[in-house]
């Protein structure tokens, strides 16, 4: 499995000209082959039915904006997927596996299929609120988008910490210093606590990984 998840990021990388011998692309693939093993193993041992094939992904659209993120396929399968200003950004391994064990963090903990859950709760919620004050179709639709969009936020940050924390710990178990890899915070924008923001502010992240550290003794 860790040969064909290398050979999907070849094909990714090859379609924008990447070599083998690209630093990068070959921090990448080492990182990768380090993090996803654990990663499988946490999630098979957290969710023994749920699908823990993780494949990570390269999108060197040149036009993408730095970023990493979690989806799944059309058959369920974990995909985590970076984009080539994101490897970019990162300024050694660490920093890159700890991104890595976040996104897969989403997974393991069921990120995904709570936040649509949600979504669907506060659609339904404010959708049927507005249809017995009489709402139109209309009202009563952009109602239930709204519904959902503050549902799907609604617990989006607890998510975001959830997920620093086991990515703590699998960064470690993959080889990796948390201690070093969580000084990413400190050089992306700060997005502060906005209301129905996504993320939390980069102190209460820093906060949350560092309190993790303790707790298991990592480094």
């Given at each position: 499995?860790r040969?064909?998840?290398?050979?999907?990021?070849?094909?990714?990388?090859?379609?924008?000209?990447i070599?083998a011998?690209?630093?990068?692309?070959?921090a990448?693939?080492?990182?990768?082959?380090?993090?996803?093993?654990?990663?499988?193993?946490?999630?098979?041992?957290r969710?023994?039915?749920r699908?823990?094939?993780?494949?990570?992904?390269?999108?060197?659209?040149?036009?993408?904006?730095?970023?990493?993120?979690q989806s799944?396929?059309?058959?369920?399968?974990?995909?985590?997927?970076?984009?080539?200003?994101?490897?970019?950004?990162?300024?050694?391994?660490?920093?890159?596996?700890?991104?890595?064990?976040?996104?897969?963090a989403?997974?393991?903990?069921?990120?995904?299929?709570?936040?649509?859950?949600?979504?669907?709760?506060?659609?339904?919620?404010?959708?049927?609120?507005?249809?017995?004050e009489?709402?139109?179709?209309?009202?009563?639709?952009?109602?239930?988008?709204?519904g959902?969009?503050?549902?799907?936020?609604?617990?989006?940050?607890?998510?975001?910490?959830?997920?620093?924390?086991?990515?703590?710990?699998?960064?470690?178990?993959a080889?990796?210093?948390?201690?070093i890899?969580?000084?990413?915070?400190?050089?992306?924008?700060?997005?502060?606590?906005?209301?129905?923001?996504?993320h939390?502010?980069?102190?209460?992240?820093?906060?949350?990984?560092?309190?993790?550290?303790?707790?298991?003794?990592l480094?």
């Amino acid at each position: 499995m860790r040969r064909f998840l290398i050979l999907i990021v070849l094909w990714v990388a090859g379609c924008a000209g990447i070599t083998a011998d690209d630093p990068t692309y070959r921090a990448f693939v080492a990182v990768a082959q380090d993090v996803e093993p654990v990663a499988e193993a946490e999630c098979r041992k957290r969710n023994p039915n749920r699908n823990c094939d993780f494949e990570l992904q390269l999108d060197m659209d040149p036009k993408a904006p730095a970023n990493a993120f979690q989806s799944v396929d059309r058959s369920g399968r974990p995909l985590v997927i970076f984009t080539a200003s994101m490897l970019e950004s990162f300024r050694n391994p660490d920093e890159m596996a700890f991104v890595m064990s976040h996104e897969v963090a989403h997974h393991i903990l069921g990120h995904l299929d709570q936040q649509r859950r949600n979504a669907v709760q506060g659609a339904v919620f404010l959708g049927e609120l507005v249809s017995l004050e009489g709402g139109t179709p209309e009202e009563i639709a952009n109602a239930q988008y709204v519904g959902a969009v503050v549902g799907a936020r609604s617990y989006s940050k607890a998510f975001e910490l959830e997920a620093d924390a086991l990515g703590t710990v699998i960064t470690h178990l993959a080889g990796y210093r948390p201690s070093i890899g969580v000084q990413f915070f400190d050089a992306i924008p700060d997005p502060g606590d906005a209301f129905l923001g996504t993320h939390p502010a980069n102190p209460d992240r820093i906060l949350v990984v560092k309190k993790t550290i303790r707790k298991y003794g990592l480094n």
